[in-house]
């Protein structure tokens, strides 16, 4: 690859969950916060917003390490679940057991006996749905209801439901009043500004342990045109363009190479 070519410790745009390489910008930094603030205490529903390619996924990973340490992650990646496998998942993903054959009203009272000794204990749960653009409108309601359960101390559940623009969509449906009343937070991520890519690039190649400047003005130029500022393509630019610029043998990349890159 071309790591010693740039004087590289590691690659920096291969795109891989490492934290190091999570770029804060002001959108990142009021999503992180306000998530941070309203799934730190219980009964809170939460949702998370953004393109394909905007770094949701990596964000949620950073608002993980920030939650407490009471905390209790429930992830859930697959919306193709119907409202008996969402409280199905949520207790076996909890230690309880939970069978098929049991109806939603005995998983019901399961889920809330097991949030009654969590809450307890000083126990904080939350369910994490990705991909939540594909719930299914039963389940939507079904979060709702599960979200509603109470004990002595209040309510005893958080979801944070993270999905493209289509999740705002669905969740403004006229059958979903009573769930939208219920949200706590929306928080949004946006697609990179220019002045922002340029802060995303430099900082990845520092990261990486460049601190010479690589990109031309013009590459970062083409860099934004080409990505439209979504943080998953410009790394497959901008790593292409590295690769393209170490085979010309030039230490610069130019907005002719971020091109070749892109039509790659």
């Known amino acids: 690859m071309y790591e010693k070519f740039f004087g590289l410790d590691e690659l920096p745009f291969d795109g891989l969950p490492d934290n190091r390489f999570y770029f804060v910008g002001n959108c990142q930094h009021e999503a992180l916060d306000l998530l941070t603030t309203n799934l730190s205490r219980n009964g809170s529903i939460c949702i998370l917003s953004g393109p394909s390619g905007s770094g949701k996924t990596t964000l949620v990973r950073m608002l993980i390490r920030s939650l407490p340490k ?153 860099i934004f045109k080409g990505t439209k500022g979504l943080p998953r393509i410009i790394n497959s630019v901008a790593d292409r363009s590295l690769c393209i610029a170490c085979d010309y043998n030039r230490k610069t990349v130019s907005s002719r190479i971020v091109k070749k890159a892109i039509e790659i």
Not at 98 to 122: D, M, N, P, Y
Not at 165 to 191: C, S, Y
Not at 203 to 209: D, I, L, S
Request: glycine share 6%; proline share 2%; hydrophobic share 45%.
């Open 70 to 222: 009471r905390m209790r992650i429930i992830a859930i990646d697959d919306p193709r679940l119907d409202e008996h496998m969402l409280l199905a998942t949520i207790l076996r993903a909890s230690g309880v057991v939970a069978t098929s054959f049991e109806s939603i009203a005995e998983l019901t009272l399961k889920l809330r006996k097991f949030l009654e000794r969590s809450v307890e204990s000083g126990i904080v749960t939350t369910v994490i749905l990705d991909e939540a653009q594909g719930l299914a409108d039963e389940v939507i309601e079904q979060i709702r209801l599960i979200s509603n359960i109470e004990g002595e101390l209040g309510k005893m559940i958080n979801f944070l439901l993270v999905g493209q623009e289509d999740l705002i969509e669905n969740i403004q449906k006229p059958m979903h009043k009573m769930f939208w009343g219920r949200v706590k937070a929306f928080a949004t991520l946006h697609a990179l500004k220019r002045d922002e890519v340029q802060a995303y690039i430099n900082f990845r190649m520092q990261t990486a342990g460049c601190h010479d400047p690589v990109f031309t003005s013009r590459a970062v130029n083409t």
